[in-house]
């Protein structure tokens, strides 16, 4: 079982906290990104990783609720001025800045560093189910005995629905999917709306 990082010295224990604390989806992004990461023997900075995961939705709560960017950069820039107001170098603010804006972007982020990939893988299994056999039953169920996921499905979906509404434009995705159902008969995309429906996680 893996756990958030312990205080160590570091920004962790510092004064202040990350915006509406650490709810069990902010921690199952974590657990499942440094399992992950140790499970094909990544390097990586375990703190990072834990900012990233803690402010990678914050985008969708009622506290940007007017913003008018990608849901993403909300939180992004949130853990940089976070980061930065603790002292912590430009250069690791920048990567989990680059985790929290790239992590609905498939693929790119597995080409970048750990400390950016492990929130995707994160996000990828914990919201998606992408990677949900690669675990042991057991260890999938201690995850979710210590960070539960009532109603995860419908609630997430309701999360993003609230936090896009209002920013239409934002919304906007990968242009080459347009040119393919513009001029490719019959062409089809992957739905995120039932990648979430139906992934192999109960609820």
Same mark, same amino acid.
């Given at each position: 079982? %893996?756990?958030p990082p312990?205080?160590r010295g570091s920004?962790t224990r510092?004064p202040?906290h990350p915006?509406?604390?650490?709810?069990?989806?902010?921690?199952? &992004?974590? &657990?499942?990104g440094?399992?992950h990461?140790?499970? +094909?023997g990544l390097?990586?900075?375990?703190e990072l990783l834990?900012i990233g995961?803690?402010f +990678?939705g914050l985008?969708?709560t009622?506290?940007?609720?007017?913003?008018?960017?990608?849901?993403?950069?909300d939180?992004?820039?949130?853990?940089?001025?976070?980061l930065?107001a603790?002292?912590? !170098?430009a250069?690791?603010?920048?990567? &989990?800045w680059e985790?929290?804006?790239? +992590?609905t972007? !498939?693929?790119? *982020?597995h080409h970048?560093a750990p400390?950016?990939?492990l929130?995707? $893988?994160? #996000?990828e299994?914990?919201v998606l189910g %992408?990677g949900?056999?690669?675990? *042991?039953?057991?260890?999938?169920e $201690?995850?979710?005995a210590?960070?539960?996921?009532?109603d995860?499905?419908?609630r997430i979906?309701?999360?993003? +629905?609230a936090?896009?509404?209002?920013?239409?434009?934002?919304?906007?995705?990968? #242009?080459?999917a347009?040119?393919?159902?513009?001029?490719e008969?019959g062409?089809?995309r992957?739905?995120? #709306?039932?990648?979430?429906e139906?992934s192999?996680?109960?609820?």
């Open positions: 079982m %893996i756990f312990s205080p920004f510092r202040g915006p509406e604390g650490s709810t069990p989806a902010r921690r199952r &992004v974590y &657990v499942f440094a399992h990461g140790r499970r +094909h390097a990586f900075d375990p834990y995961a803690l +990678h985008g969708l009622e506290k940007l609720r007017t913003s008018q960017q990608r849901f993403e950069l939180g992004a820039d949130e853990a940089r001025a976070f930065t603790r002292g912590i !170098p250069d690791r603010a920048r990567l &989990v985790g929290i804006a790239l +992590h972007t !498939p693929e790119i *982020p970048m400390e950016v990939a929130v995707t $893988a994160g #996000v299994l914990g %992408i949900y056999d690669t675990l *042991p039953p057991e260890t999938r $201690a995850v979710i210590a960070h539960p996921r009532p995860f499905k419908r979906l309701h999360a993003f +629905h936090g896009l509404a209002h920013r239409p434009q934002a919304a906007f995705g990968n #242009v080459k347009d040119v393919l159902d513009r001029f008969e062409s089809t992957p739905n995120f #709306v039932r990648i979430i139906d192999p996680w109960p609820d």
